[in-house]
Nanobody, 115 residues
Framework: QVQLVESGGGLVQAGGSLGLSCAAS????????MGWHRQARGKQRELVAT???????TYVDSVKGRFTISRDNAKNTVYLQMNSLKPEDTAVYYC?????????WGKGTLVTVSS
C-alpha cells in the first residue's frame, strides 16, 4: 500500500513564496514519476509539474520560471518550491506518484494566495 502525505500549504501574499513537500511510503518501484496537480474552486484538476526518478522535469506553462520541482529519491519525497505566487495559484495541491502502471494520490494541501 502506497501512501502520500503532503505538507506545507498555507496562506501567502501575492509575490510571496511557499514550499510544499510530499513523502511517499510503502513498496515503490524506483522507476517512478512524482508530481503535483492542483485544483482551484470550480475548475478542473491541472497537472502542475512532474519529475522522474532521473530528475527529468515538466511544468505547465503558467508556472514556468516561478515553480521548481525537486525530489529526494532516498526519502521518496518530492518538493515544490513556489515563488512569485499569484492569486490564480490558489488551489488545493495534490501530490501524485506514477509507478508500475498505477497512480497514487495524496489528500491535498490548500494554498491560498491573497492579493
Amino acid at each position: 500500500q502506497v501512501q502520500l502525505v503532503e505538507s506545507g500549504g498555507g496562506l501567502v501574499q501575492a509575490g510571496g513564496s511557499l514550499g510544499l513537500s510530499c513523502a511517499a511510503s510503502g513498496t515503490i518501484s524506483r522507476y517512478n514519476v512524482m508530481g503535483w496537480h492542483r485544483q482551484a474552486r470550480g475548475k478542473q484538476r491541472e497537472l502542475v509539474a512532474t519529475i522522474s526518478n532521473l530528475a527529468t522535469t515538466t511544468y505547465v506553462d503558467s508556472v514556468k520560471g516561478r515553480f521548481t520541482i525537486s525530489r529526494d529519491n532516498a526519502k521518496n519525497t518530492v518538493y515544490l518550491q513556489m515563488n512569485s505566487l499569484k492569486p490564480e495559484d490558489t488551489a488545493v495541491y495534490y501530490c501524485a506518484l506514477w509507478a508500475s502502471g498505477q497512480d497514487y494520490w495524496g489528500k491535498g494541501t490548500l494554498v491560498t494566495v491573497s492579493s
